[in-house]
């Protein structure tokens, strides 16, 4: 059996410890914010936090999680009012929304990490989420008015 933490709540899962964390969160603890893309760690849809930094969950198995804490975008603020959360409502980010889970939760992590991240270091960070609608302007500006 593998124990951690989801959201701040502890679990445990006696499945494959083999399985993705991304069909565990989808599958197992109905998290169903965390998206499949590419499942191929080239995509950025299925980002979530581990201990603190952004991972892909298609690309972690349960057994990496071992009394490890995860925070999904349903964790990632009581009522959706986190500042990234808000500055995308405020601006209008998505198109068709599918990504951009994975996007705020890698832009969590870098704000998290350095509060006064460059612009460059944001476009740096962003670089791995993919959106095919094109939205990467707006998620630009988002994260610019959330680090204010
Ligand atoms: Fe995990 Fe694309 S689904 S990176």
């Known amino acids: 059996m593998t124990t951690f933490k989801v959201n701040g709540a502890a679990r445990s899962f006696d499945g494959d410890p ?3 964390l991304l069909w565990y969160l989808r599958d197992e603890a109905g998290l169903t ?3 499949f893309g ?3 760690g080239l995509c950025g849809a299925c980002t979530v936090h581990v201990n603190g930094e ?3 969950s298609c690309q972690t198995l349960v057994a990496d999680i071992a009394g490890a804490e995860v925070l999904t975008i349903e964790g990632l603020s009581a009522k959706a009012d986190h500042p990234l959360q808000k500055a995308w409502t ?3 980010v998505p198109q068709c929304g ?3 889970a994975g996007q705020i939760m890698q832009a969590a992590a870098l704000l998290q990490s350095n509060p006064e991240i460059s612009d460059a270091a944001i476009e740096e960070g962003m670089y791995g989420n993919i959106c095919r609608c094109g939205t990467y302007q707006r998620i630009t500006k988002a994260i610019r008015q959330a680090r204010e």
């Open 54 to 56: 952004a991972v892909r």
């Open 33 to 35: 914010g965390t998206k």
């Open 38 to 40: 590419c499942g191929a």
């Open 90 to 92: 405020d601006l209008n």
């Open 18 to 20: 083999d399985t993705p």
């Open 98 to 100: 599918y990504c951009q």
